[in-house]
């Protein structure tokens, strides 16, 4: 039997919520509810979804500072908005940004669906194209195709595991990352050595990101690890 799509659906207004889990749910998509723009975003952090239906006026986050957030981390999950009706600067920010469709309240939930089914089929193509990506947090700029980074628009030379220390940063913003995560996600379960090797990379990596331009966006967390610093940036 197919896998079916899991569908993250943020949308504050409890009545519309329900109905569209329900909606959903009868489709046979497995749906995730949350009501709250920031949880959204946590929730994202944790796990991945096959499609994104995301009201714009939320509390916590809105449903555009969501999508943009998304897709600066390279992320091409399909994005359906759900906009007011006369929202039209929503409609086209959201477009610019990367949504694949929006639809305007009230909808017809057929028509909803309908285009649901589109943007899932869709999805592997725009997957695709994303493989040349951009992780990106204020001035710093990284190409996971290319593995170029900048820090205001000048190139730095990192060694490959300086990259995929950075890279696991940038994907896990505003976390307290503990040393053995760091050794585990970046160097490898099988790695036999000081854990204040990570101690060293991160030296390393603010000699070279933070250093030359002023900026401090690797917190060292007394006794727990560090934390990448998005607002720093
Ligand atoms: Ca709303």
């Known amino acids: 039997m197919e896998k079916k799509s899991h569908i993250l659906v943020v949308e504050d207004e409890q009545r519309i919520a329900r109905v569209l889990q329900l909606e959903l749910t009868h489709e046979g998509y497995t749906t995730t509810i949350v009501h709250d723009g920031l949880d959204a975003w946590q929730t994202l952090q944790a796990q991945s ?4 239906l995301l009201d714009v006026m939320l509390p916590g986050l809105s449903g555009i500072e969501l999508l943009r957030r998304v897709r600066s981390r390279g992320d091409a999950t399909p994005v359906i908005m759900l906009t007011a009706r006369d929202a039209t600067v929503d409609k086209v920010t959201g477009l610019d940004l990367g949504a694949n469709d929006y639809m305007t309240k009230p909808f017809e939930i057929e028509e909803l669906l309908a285009r649901i089914r589109v943007s899932l089929r869709q999805a592997p193509i725009a997957k ?60 490898g379960y ?36 560090y934390m990448f610093k998005e607002s720093s940036l």
């Open 49 to 52: 979804f096959d499609l994104l």
């Open 190 to 225: 099988d790695f036999y050595g000081e854990t204040n090797v990570v101690d060293v990379y991160i030296r390393y990596l603010r000699n070279k990101l933070e250093k030359p331009f002023g900026l401090s966006f690797i917190q060292t967390v007394r006794g727990a690890g």
């Open 128 to 187: 695709k194209h994303s493989s040349r990506s951009l992780l990106t947090a204020g001035s710093l700029h990284v190409d996971t195709a290319s593995h170029d980074v900048h820090v205001e628009n000048k190139h730095v030379a990192l060694t490959n595991r300086e990259y995929t220390l950075l890279c696991y940063l940038l994907e896990h913003p505003n976390q307290v990352l503990s040393r053995d995560q760091l050794l585990e996600n970046v160097w």
